[in-house]
């Protein structure tokens, strides 16, 4: 950027390269080298050709000059506005301790720096799932400023002996690989805070934005001075974001957390996210488990106001809890206010408030879509998007996105049941089961997969194998708890309806997350909603 401005404010005359590393690089050893990848990445950036410039044009022997025409409504003007909007990835950090639980402190660095970064209103840095894509692989920063688009990369690494840390960072140009910085911090655990802030305040300086916005106050906010409950609410994020049977020690760790900080309320926040979590994965009734989830997310609101995951997981637990649209509609708008860029927050918004409510499908698909785009390689966000286009009945866009999510993450849950719903809107139910029957292997024969396979075939007219399927519902039903509203859907699709609104409306009162997510979508739900008597439910919710 600096080259740039040098060439633009001296348009039309040449510089020598003398002069540009002079104005670039006062008091520092630079070769021709680093100009030249300076000028070759504007001329990337400018899809300019160094034979035939229309911005660069090389004089051999002697520098460059710009040749362009500059004026506040010219090409140039427009590009230096691009260029200028730095980018970065900040990858996991490795973990050089002995003990394998330092896993999770390593995570939890990066998790740090990437949310300091994320304040800086300059600088665009790539979702943390994205990043986190790139754990234990082979690491090209070419690569992944090409995936991420972002122009830097920052790596590091952890090694932690008794209270002693021991950190190193390095700062890449995506363009070239080149190094642009690099740090050792040996500190005590105790200044783990500190140590993070001033990493991100570093990478700052290096990539020349400013921090006007947030000035000398600290970019890291710890939310607990006590060091137990940091490394406690770190291990509970790390195995909340793994979803799935980890959601219960996710869950201890937390509340392990807030027993010993009570003030702190970015782990109240996240308890009340892993409460959620296993009342909308059926680990558990959800009446309980939906009241402990307000109440965790309340205290988190009014210990930080102006956290955003406070608000959204308050937001969640109005949409789940109480069924009072209204104020979850002005949560989860608050929690994106608070964070543009929180892809739980905007998910969540369209999936469970904006589409069960209203049906506003643009205004559903433009949310996910952005969070999408923030988070390019999260096969979480592309699952989401999938769900949305196929809840607006684009069953095309639905199936191609719920294939790409597949390829992101061949074994997620989430995205192979995303992908079976397309295809069942399509009607092509012989490759619907095919998804479905993995789906269910890979899952644990998990309820949502059985609630899809059971409708799917009795719409495929197997309806023998489908009461065989229903059979096995019905019997894991005696001996653990499952989603009424699932079961519902199997009772409707094998022809026992008066079964299947007896237990829709067990659903409702105990209000279950499937019922309340996708009573009026999910496939089958036709069958129900034919019913006057489930209609009532729907309104009863206040989903017309």
């Known amino acids: 950027m600096d080259v740039l401005v040098c060439l633009v404010q001296q348009a039309g005359e040449p510089l020598s390269k003398e002069k540009l590393i002079q104005a670039v690089w006062p008091d520092t050893f630079v070769t021709d080298d680093v100009l030249k990848r300076a000028i070759g990445e504007l001329r990337r950036v400018f899809e300019d050709d160094a034979r035939e410039p229309h911005i660069i044009q090389t004089i051999p022997k002697r520098g460059y000059r710009l040749v362009a025409p500059v004026s506040a409504a010219s090409t140039v003007r427009t590009l230096v506005t691009t260029v200028a909007k730095d980018s970065i990835a900040v990858l996991p950090f490795t973990n050089m301790s002995a003990d394998s639980e330092n896993e999770f402190f390593a995570d939890g660095i990066t998790e740090e ?22 754990k234990e692989k082979p690491i090209d920063a070419r690569v992944v400023g090409e995936r991420l688009n972002v122009r830097t990369v920052l790596e590091g690494s952890v090694r932690q002996a008794g209270s002693r840390l021991r950190i190193t960072a390095q700062l890449i140009s995506a363009a070239d690989g080149y190094h642009l910085w690099s740090e050792r911090y040996d500190r005590e655990m105790k200044d783990i805070f500190e140590v993070q802030d001033e990493i991100a305040r570093t990478i700052a300086e290096r990539l020349k934005v400013t921090l006007k916005e947030v000035g000398q106050e600290p970019l890291v906010k710890a939310g607990t001075k006590n060091l137990e409950a940091y490394q406690a609410y770190i291990k509970g994020r790390a195995l909340l974001y793994r979803r799935g049977a980890g959601l219960s020690r996710a869950l201890e760790f937390l509340r392990l957390a807030v027993s010993l900080d009570p003030q702190y309320a970015q782990a109240w926040a996240d308890a009340a996210d892993a409460y959620v979590m296993l009342a909308y994965y ?19 609101v009014a210990l930080d106001p102006n956290l955003a995951a406070g608000h959204n997981a308050l937001a969640g637990a109005y949409a789940l809890a109480d069924w009072d649209w209204s104020k979850s509609e002005g949560e989860f708008k608050r929690a994106i206010e608070l964070d543009p860029r929180s892809i739980l927050a905007r998910t969540r918004y369209a999936l469970w408030c904006v589409l069960p409510v209203s049906s506003r499908f643009e205004e559903a698909i433009t949310q996910v879509k ?13 699952t989401i998007l999938a769900f949305t286009y196929f809840v607006a009945g684009k069953s095309r866009e639905s199936l191609q996105i719920a294939q790409h999510a597949m390829e992101l993450e061949p074994e997620s849950f989430l995205a192979r049941l995303s992908l079976g719903l397309a ?19 890979l899952s644990g024969r998990h309820p949502m997969f059985l609630a899809l396979l059971v409708v799917t075939l009795a719409d495929a007219g197997k309806l023998q194998e489908a009461k065989l399927v229903h059979a096995e519902f019905l019997a894991r039903s005696a001996r653990e708890y499952l989603s009424p509203f699932l079961l519902a859907l199997s009772a409707a699709a094998t022809g026992d309806q008066e079964a299947a609104i007896e237990l829709a409306q067990k659903a409702y009162e105990i209000h279950d997350t499937q019922l309340t997510i996708f009573g009026k979508y999910w496939p089958g739900s036709k069958r129900l909603r034919a019913d006057r008597r489930f209609e009532k439910i729907l309104a009863a919710m206040g989903l017309k």
């Not at 720096?113 to 790139?134: D, M, V, Y």
């Not at 952005?370 to 096969?379: G, K, N, Q, R, Y």
């Not at 399509?426 to 269910?440: C, F, H, K, P, S």
């Open 113 to 134: 720096i990437i949310n300091a970064l994320a304040q800086i209103k300059e600088l665009r840095i790539a979702a943390r799932s994205s990043a986190f894509t790139f």
């Open 282 to 300: 059926g680990f558990g009734r959800p009446n309980p488990l939906l009241a402990k989830a307000k109440e965790a997310a309340v205290r988190a």
């Open 370 to 382: 952005e969070a999408a785009e923030m988070d390019p390689l999260s096969d979480y966000a592309a």
């Open 423 to 441: 295809l069942h809107s399509q009607t092509r139910y012989d490759e619907a089961v095919t998804v479905i029957e993995a789906g269910l292997a």
